[in-house]
């Protein structure tokens, strides 16, 4: 908030109307903190793991040794990074009654919204009805389901050069993900109760950004995916940084009440950026 806006919420002659302005600036100053704090750590991390010394930041920063060290502890995880930076919203599918193919389990919203705010990212939740177009033109959006659902998300999942969708229309069993790589294509099933879950981030139709999904075979999947967020996001940011990418999950759950037990990289981070076609390590075998 700039002394501008201050002076504007100063001059407020309603009271209430004033502290309703107040409040909300200091929650949209409270994440600029929030995201140039992750940054700032973020960097620091950076220099020191190209062998700058703490010593030698803080000279460049104008901090001392020991204010640069203290700061790269403290504040937001730097990993957090890997969502990007701002508001972020959740597109949900909005499920009626039934099941409807592509779609995340039910409690996955929630597990996802509370990963974002423990990461000090602001969040709102979005519904949008399935079978209808999504305006996936818009900066900071995270997809809960699949392709099946609109016909925007077909659109968005073409552009993975890597990892092939085969879409769904006539029940689950079609479901099915190509490693054209690998030449193999994944879906769930097994002697143990598993599934697969799909995360990469997509050009928007736009050009003008990218969207992060994530889709489950089916519904545990969503959360195993959601799981591996929370336990590897830090080894997921160093592979993908803000590059486009796609990878596949793996998830092993509970029979009876589809809590995931187990969650890993099921294929290589691949990165789609066109200079770095090989992918990132880090696969479970």
Not at 118 to 143: C, Q, T, Y
Not at 204 to 227: E, K, N, Y
């Amino acid at each position: 908030m700039s002394a501008d806006d201050v002076a504007r919420v100063f001059a407020i002659e309603d009271k209430v109307e004033r502290l309703k302005a107040a409040t909300d600036g200091v929650a949209a100053a409270q994440q600029t903190i929030n995201e140039l704090t992750r940054i700032r750590r973020a960097v620091i991390r950076e220099l020191h793991a190209e062998g700058w010394t703490f010593a030698r930041i803080g000279a460049a920063a104008g901090l001392s040794r020991a204010r640069i060290h203290q700061v790269s502890t403290q504040g937001p995880a730097p990993e957090g990074l890997f969502f990007g930076h701002g508001s972020l919203t959740v597109l949900v599918p909005e499920v009626r009654a039934g099941r409807v193919i592509g779609a995340p389990d039910p409690a996955a919203p929630q597990r996802l919204t509370e990963l974002l705010r423990e990461l000090g990212f602001s969040v709102a939740v979005e519904h949008f009805l399935p079978g209808r177009p999504i305006d996936l033109r818009r900066d900071g959006l995270i997809v809960l389901g699949g392709p099946e659902l609109s016909p925007s998300l077909r659109q968005l999942v073409a552009a993975d050069p890597r990892l092939r969708r085969a879409v769904a229309r006539m029940g689950d069993a079609r479901r099915g993900i190509e490693d054209r790589a690998a030449r193999r294509v994944y879906r769930p099933g097994g002697p143990e109760p598993h599934d697969i879950a799909y995360l990469g981030r997509l050009p928007r139709p736009d050009g003008r950004g990218s969207v992060l999904m994530i889709d489950g075979m089916h519904p545990p999947g969503s959360l195993g995916a959601i799981r591996l967020l929370a336990t590897r996001l830090a080894t997921l940011h160093e592979r993908a940084s803000n590059h486009l990418f796609s990878v596949l999950i793996a998830c092993r759950f509970d029979r009876a009440t589809g809590e995931p037990l187990e969650a890993d990289l099921l294929t290589p981070v691949y990165r789609h950026d066109p200079e770095n076609r090989s992918p990132a390590t880090g696969v479970r075998r």
